[in-house]
């Protein structure tokens, strides 16, 4: 912990987290409820975060990374 304002403080570089995608699409999967959770509590951020209707969209900006040999996507924020 900084003792001072004037210190830096190491922040990581980046936030991943990778989700299975079994048969959805890997071009804007639909996320679950607890993936979006899970997500969120990662540190993900979120511009629409609704789990009462379903409805889940990332925050730009973002990069994805597609494992075409296990079915993976993962979120770079």
């Not at 990581?12 to 509590?41: C, N, Q, V, W």
């Not at 009462?52 to 993962?74: C, H, K, N, Q, W």
């Amino acid at each position: 912990m900084p003792t001072s304002a004037y210190e830096p403080v190491e922040v990581p570089e980046y936030i991943e987290f990778t989700i299975d995608l079994g048969a959805r699409p890997a071009h804007k999967p639909p996320l679950t409820k607890r993936e979006a959770a899970s997500m969120l509590e990662a540190g993900i951020r979120f511009s629409i975060y609704r789990p009462a209707t379903g409805e889940f969209a990332v925050s730009f900006p973002y990069v994805t990374i597609l494992d075409t040999v296990r079915r993976r996507l993962t979120f770079r924020q």
